[in-house]
DNA sequence: TTCCTATTTGGTAATATAGCCAAGTTCTCA
DNA sequence: TGAGAACTTGGCTATATTACCAAATAGGAA
């Protein structure tokens, strides 16, 4: 492999790592459809705040969310929505997974 | 969050935790193209064969390529073709997140 | 100021991942 | 059979990730 075919694949290895993970994703789905301060998204996810925080760091060293300061809270969002189309690549991975074993067990 | 939402996205964080690796990501790229064996991906990714075997095995777990053996090779494919909108997916993200830089640095 | 809430950051221990070498398996072909 | 090629698996070490607690920072209200 090439360095520069190298460096192409690491730079989108960045952005499906900073995406693997069940709370992440939950994170992503949820601020898909609004904005939302840390706070709640901690109520939502049930962690410690300072887990979901690092979570949300994460995304966002990968570009994924953006955040905003208004008062004592930050407000996160999706900078980039174009990722929305992600979730259903990977749903319809796990159904053809799923129909996959099925067909074995029948 | 509850057990059934969080059964959900740990499911897709499996298939997404599969892909992130910028080896196995390339792995894909290669095999979205035609089936190859085990001994010629060795051979383009340039890492020792018991690692690239190894990355193989992950993907295959996570039903995203699918293994054949014929004579003494093994030849491996995409099983789930519609993960390659995911390159896309990432690709979009990379660029939107690269023009926000770019924008500061103007 | 002082307290309180919201959030981030540092530290730490447990767990997971990655890559190589060595050993085992399977198949081909002499 | 025996040698050798193609893979996989086990073992090991180095590194990365995760989650929590505790401490630090920032803003709002009394």
């Known amino acids: 492999m090439d360095p520069k075919t190298q ?3 690491a730079a989108r290895a960045r952005i499906v790592k900073a995406l693997a993970h069940p709370t992440r994703l939950f994170l992503v789905d949820q601020l898909a459809r ?7 998204l901690t109520e939502m996810v049930g962690a410690d705040i300072s887990t979901v925080s690092k979570h949300l760091s994460i995304l966002k060293a990968a ?5 905003e300061k208004r008062g004592n809270q930050v407000f996160y969002s999706l900078s ?7 979730f259903d690549c ?6 053809t997974t799923a129909q996959k074993q099925l067909a074995l067990v029948k």
């Open 7 to 9: 460096a192409r694949f």
């Open 34 to 40: 609004r904005e939302i301060c840390v706070c709640k």
């Open 63 to 67: 570009g994924i969310v953006a955040d």
């Open 80 to 86: 980039c929505p174009c990722l929305l189309d992600l």
């Open 90 to 95: 990977v749903e319809s991975a796990l159904k």
